[in-house]
């Protein structure tokens, strides 16, 4: 159920602003290309500086957010995001290569909308984030 798609439900599906925060060039890349493809307008940040800034400059609605981030981890960047009322409501998908369990405990402590692991598949991409979306547009009809 993608925007490409030409069957109905494919209207269900909302566009969204998604910013990608990830240091690997070609990982960012193949993101921006997959993201696009379903319609979706990308911003990329290469690091955690780049990336907090865009979202206080113009939040987006949906953020990707890799956890092995130079200077500062992606824990770190999400704590971040999650202590400011600015950007505390806008929903996350964590992406990493990581398998420990603690890995996903200690994301969903701090707060986030789904996980994926790398290596990751386009469809399984625009799965999460169809899913998370349209959570967020579900919270949005509610309150």
Do not use: W
Not at 5 to 11: C, G, H, L, V, Y
Not at 20 to 39: K, M, V, Y
Not at 99 to 124: H, M, N, Q, V, W
Request: glycine share 6%; proline share 6%; net charge negative.
């Amino acid at each position: 159920m993608h925007p490409s798609d030409n069957s109905p439900e494919s209207a269900e599906v909302r566009l969204a602003t998604i910013l990608a925060i990830e240091d690997d060039p070609s990982f960012r890349d193949l993101l921006q290309l997959h993201l696009h493809s379903a319609g979706h307008t990308v911003r990329t940040a290469a690091d955690p500086e780049e990336g907090l800034r865009a979202v206080l400059d113009d939040p987006p609605d949906l953020i990707l957010l890799d956890l092995e981030l130079p200077y500062l981890s992606g824990f770190e960047v999400l704590e971040a995001l999650r202590a400011d009322e600015a950007s505390r409501g806008i929903p996350v998908i964590i992406i990493t290569g990581r398998s420990e369990g603690d890995t996903y405990e200690r994301c969903r402590r701090i707060g986030f909308e789904a996980f994926a692991s790398k290596p990751l598949k386009r469809e399984d991409l625009l799965r999460e984030v169809d899913k998370v979306l349209a959570l967020e547009k579900g919270r949005q009809e509610q309150g």
